[in-house]
């Protein structure tokens, strides 16, 4: 069974403050999604790494693939309130037919104004 | 847009009922997935299906059942319900014969359940 350890699981920081998230395994995935999730609704996809050493860029969010595909990781820089949510690592496997994801359990960031 | 719809957001049963969970997707989508959602536990997949009255068990299919009769919808049956199974529950779809890179789960809101 393929697992990803997400830390931290919780995170409350300041507004206009800089954090690294971090999704690790000892399994290789083919890729790895990151999702979002508001309270009171479901997961929303933010990004999807394919390529080891992959980095990709979505405004303030900076997602880094591990060059061993094994290990991702997500930056925020400048955090502001709306980024407050439950950030999701996803791993697809890499050995084979495979209709499902590994979900880490998540780290619960809180952003105060 | 893709939309992922659940019947219900809020529903509360008692210890012994049969539960019937409803999704439906408006995207065509090939795959559907049912998941749990607990505090300190993340996200666990309970049954997935690729293709209409396809299913797979996930992780966690125990006191689980699926119907998967139209493509567009897939349901989520708890044959007895426990108070073990007061959760969210929350459906996905995605697109492709394999779960591909290029091909993200679109979730719905999901459904509380709480069993008492």
């Known amino acids: 069974t393929q697992l990803l350890e997400q830390s931290p699981q919780f995170l409350s920081i300041q507004e206009g403050e800089n954090l690294t998230v971090y999704c690790n395994s000892s399994s290789v995935f083919s890729s790895l999604q990151w999702y979002r999730q508001e309270p009171g609704e479901g997961p929303v996809l933010l990004v999807t790494?394919?390529?080891?050493?992959e980095v990709k860029k979505l405004k303030r969010l900076t997602f880094q693939f591990g060059d061993a595909r094994k290990d991702s990781s997500l930056h925020i820089t400048a955090a502001q309130p709306g980024d407050t949510g439950l950030y999701l690592c996803a791993g697809a496997d890499s050995g084979g037919s495979n209709y499902k994801l590994t979900f880490g359990k998540g780290t619960l960031l809180t952003v105060n104004p | 847009d893709v939309k992922v719809t659940q019947s219900s957001r809020y529903l509360v049963k008692r210890t012994g009922e049969k539960v019937f969970l409803e999704c439906v997707q408006d995207?065509?989508?090939?795959?559907m997935f049912w998941y749990r959602q607990d505090p300190g536990l993340g996200l666990r997949l309970i049954y997935f299906s690729y293709d209409v009255k396809m299913k797979e068990k996930g992780d966690i299919p125990e006191g689980y059942s699926v119907s998967r009769e139209k493509k567009e919808r897939f349901s989520l049956i708890l044959e007895s319900a426990s108070t073990n199974q007061t959760s969210m529950y929350l459906c996905?779809?995605?697109?492709?014969?394999?779960?591909?890179?290029?091909?993200?789960?679109?979730f719905g809101n999901g459904t509380r359940l709480t069993v008492t």
């Open positions: 995207m065509d989508h090939e795959n």
């Open positions: 996905a779809s995605s697109r492709g014969l394999r779960l591909l890179y290029n091909s993200p789960l679109h």
């Open positions: 790494v394919v390529t080891g050493g």
